[in-house]
Every structure is written in structure tokens, then in C-alpha cells.
């Protein structure tokens, strides 16, 4: 049970696994407004910025599960480092299912909703672990602007344009689960590009490393197409927030 090694190398220099630069994520656990002491779960926790910088800088605590071996390892580390070892820990395992033994204040799923299946799945699985009154994280992609065909879906990697909504109907489909939604903050096209852009350096870097490697030829292919095809289409249509929640 690991994360595809792809991912791995592509994401080598990352902190934050998703579009969100640390500034934009820090005013995210800002506008929380949660005290000290929080106690928070986040499914998909990747390399852990997220629980690590806000055990240090607001005080919470909690526990992050995720997948990925390298990832889970890079999140313990990074806790050390940040002084906040003892107050958040890194399992490694599936998060799909995965309900804390004690209800939390705070539960995260910030860009792995497919672990629910989908946005509803996953505010469900959420739910579960969440004590009465608590807030929800979802950070999930939304449509800048609607695709005008399948290509550039796919483009986006999504399997067509059905797969996400526009940023209006997707806080609609929120309430429409029953949800609130309370705050968000939003990616841009510069923390888009520190997301993928940053990806291109680590795939070269990396190929320079391992010419023989089994990988080398997808990981060239990779890089030769991807960064025209991310300015033509992911760039433009696509958008990515984090939108917290609370039950109706
Ligand atoms: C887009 S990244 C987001 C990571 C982290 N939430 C962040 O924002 O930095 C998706 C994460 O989901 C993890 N993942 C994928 N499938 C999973 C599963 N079934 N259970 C736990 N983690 C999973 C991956 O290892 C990866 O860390």
C-alpha cells in the first residue's frame, strides 16, 4: 500500500501538495478563528505542512493519515523540526474509511476527495469523526471556466467536464449536503504555477539523476508536454479552494 512513485518524484521539492502557497495556507488556518489546543484530523495528510505549521503557529494538535510512505516520513520529519513532534502524529495507512477513536474540532481532506468518492462521500467520512459544532476542511477543484469540450477536460485531468462544477454551484452543492460554508480561500494562477511549475524542475532534476531508471522514459514524456499543455488548458480552467464547513 504506497502512493505510485510518479507522484514522488514529481512532488519532490514539495511542502504543500496542492495549490496553496504558504501564506494562503497560513491565512487559512488564521481565518479559522479556533483556539489553541484544537484538536484536528486530516485524511490525506501528505507531507504534513499543514498540521505541522499550525501546531506551531496557533496551537493545535492532531493526527494526519496518509498513503504515502515518502510523504508520511517527510511529515514526521518536518514535525521534528517544527519543535511540534509531540503534538501531532503522521500514520501511514488509508485514510478511506479511517474514523478517529475520539471526535475532533477540525476534519481536513484537502485534495483527496476520492477517498469518499466524492465530495458528499467525503464530508460523510468527515462527519464521523467530527464533534457536534466542529468545522469541516474540503479543498477540492472547481471550474475557472466551464472546459468547451472533452480535451480540455482531460487536459485538466479530469475525465470530462462533468467531473467538477463551477465555483458557484460547487458552494451550492455544499448546502445542498447540508453544509454551511463558512470561509474559504481560494488558489490563483501564481500559486497554481508554485503548485505545477515546480514540478518541471524536480522531473528534470531528477532524470538528470536516474537516465536508466524504468521511470525515465514517462517522466521525460512528462516533461517535454506538460508545461505547454498546463498553461493551455489546467491554468486557465482550472481552480482550487479550501472551503470550511459546518452542519446546518
Ligand atoms: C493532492 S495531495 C494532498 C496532500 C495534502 N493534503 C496537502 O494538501 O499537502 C493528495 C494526497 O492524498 C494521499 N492519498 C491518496 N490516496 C490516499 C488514501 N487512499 N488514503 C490516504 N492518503 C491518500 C497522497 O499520498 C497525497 O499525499
Known amino acids: 500500500m504506497d502512493l505510485p512513485r510518479i507522484f514522488t518524484i514529481r512532488e519532490s521539492s514539495h511542502r504543500i501538495h496542492n495549490p496553496l502557497t504558504p501564506d494562503k495556507l497560513a491565512a487559512l488556518g488564521r481565518a479559522l478563528r479556533l483556539p489553541p489546543g484544537t484538536r484536528v484530523l486530516d485524511l490525506a495528510s501528505g507531507s504534513g505542512e499543514m498540521l505541522c505549521t499550525w501546531a506551531r503557529d496557533l496551537g493545535f494538535t492532531g493526527t494526519g493519515v496518509d498513503i504515502s510512505t515518502v510523504f508520511t516520513e517527510q511529515a514526521r520529519a518536518r514535525a521534528v523540526e517544527l519543535g511540534v513532534a509531540d503534538r501531532v502524529e503522521f500514520v501511514h495507512g488509508d485514510a478511506a474509511g479511517h474514523v478517529s477513536g475520539e471526535p475532533v474540532d477540525l476534519a481536513a481532506c484537502v485534495g483527496a476527495t476520492w477517498i469518499g468518492n466524492g465530495v458528499a462521500g467525503a464530508a460523510e467520512l468527515l462527519g464521523r469523526s467530527l464533534r457536534?459544532?466542529?468545522?469541516?476542511?474540503?479543498?477540492?477543484?472547481?471550474?475557472?471556466?466551464?472546459?468547451?469540450?472533452?480535451?480540455?477536460?482531460?487536459?485538466?485531468?479530469?475525465?470530462?467536464?462533468?467531473?467538477?462544477?463551477?465555483?458557484?454551484?460547487?458552494?451550492?452543492?455544499?448546502?445542498?449536503?447540508?453544509?454551511?460554508?463558512?470561509?474559504?480561500?481560494?488558489?490563483?494562477?501564481?500559486?497554481?504555477?508554485?503548485?505545477?511549475?515546480?514540478q518541471w524542475l524536480n522531473l528534470r532534476r531528477w532524470l538528470d539523476r536516474n537516465p536508466d531508471d524504468e521511470l525515465a522514459p514517462e517522466v521525460r514524456a512528462e516533461l517535454t508536454t506538460e508545461p505547454a499543455r498546463y498553461a493551455r488548458y489546467m491554468r486557465e480552467h482550472l481552480g482550487w479552494g479550501v472551503f470550511a464547513l459546518m452542519r446546518r
Open 132 to 198: 457536534p459544532g466542529g468545522l469541516m476542511l474540503i479543498g477540492e477543484p472547481y471550474w475557472r471556466r466551464t472546459p468547451p469540450d472533452q480535451e480540455t477536460a482531460e487536459a485538466c485531468h479530469a475525465t470530462g467536464p462533468a467531473d467538477f462544477l463551477p465555483l458557484p454551484e460547487l458552494i451550492e452543492h455544499f448546502g445542498g449536503l447540508g453544509y454551511d460554508v463558512v470561509e474559504m480561500v481560494l488558489a490563483d494562477q501564481d500559486s497554481w504555477d508554485r503548485y505545477c511549475a515546480a
